[in-house]
C-alpha cells in the first residue's frame, strides 16, 4: 500500500483519488496549491489584491491627467471645459477616490519595499503592515481633502 507522493518526489501514486497532486511538466508530482475553499481570508491577502486593483487604477487617474494637459495644450476654451468638469462635484468625487488609491499605491508600495529588506515577515507584523495598507488610505485621503478645502483650494 503506497501513500501520496511528497512534494518533490518522482514517484507518482495512482490510487490517489483525492487530488491534491499534480505531475509537472518536468515529470514532477507537486500539491495541487490550495484556493480559497481551504484558506481563510487574511488581511495580508486583502492588502495584495488592493495593490494590484491600485495599479489599474492609477493608470485612470494618468489618462486623466494626460486629458487635462492635452486641453492645456489645446488652448484656453479646452482647458476651462476639463477644468469645469473637474471641479464639479462629480469631478471632485473622482479626485478623492483617485487619491484613495494614491494613497494606497503609496502605502502598499512601502510595504513591498519593506518587506523586500527582509523586515515586517513575521506574522504579527505583517498584519500590522497590511492593515495599515489597507485602511490608512481613507483617512489620509480625507486629511488631505479637508486641507484642501480648508485652505481654500478646492471649493464646491
Aim: include cysteine; charged fraction near 10%.
Amino acid at each position: 500500500m503506497s501513500s501520496s507522493p511528497l512534494p518533490g518526489d518522482a514517484s507518482n501514486d495512482p490510487t490517489d483519488k483525492t487530488g491534491r497532486f499534480v505531475r509537472q511538466p518536468n515529470g514532477r508530482i507537486r500539491p495541487l496549491s490550495p484556493h480559497l475553499q481551504i484558506w481563510r481570508w487574511h488581511v495580508t491577502m486583502t492588502a495584495s489584491i488592493l495593490f494590484r486593483v491600485t495599479i489599474g487604477a492609477i493608470s485612470v487617474g494618468a489618462a486623466i491627467a494626460v486629458g487635462w494637459l492635452a486641453a492645456l495644450a489645446c488652448g484656453p476654451e479646452a482647458y476651462a471645459g476639463v477644468s469645469a468638469l473637474l471641479g464639479s462635484p462629480f469631478g471632485l468625487f473622482i479626485g478623492f477616490g483617485l487619491t484613495v488609491v494614491l494613497f494606497s499605491f503609496l502605502l502598499n508600495g512601502a510595504r513591498h519595499l519593506f518587506n523586500d529588506t527582509g523586515n515586517g515577515l513575521s506574522l504579527k507584523s505583517a498584519n500590522l503592515l497590511s492593515n495599515i495598507a489597507v485602511w490608512g488610505p481613507i483617512p489620509l485621503a480625507v486629511l488631505f481633502w479637508v486641507l484642501l478645502f480648508a485652505t481654500g483650494r478646492v471649493s464646491l
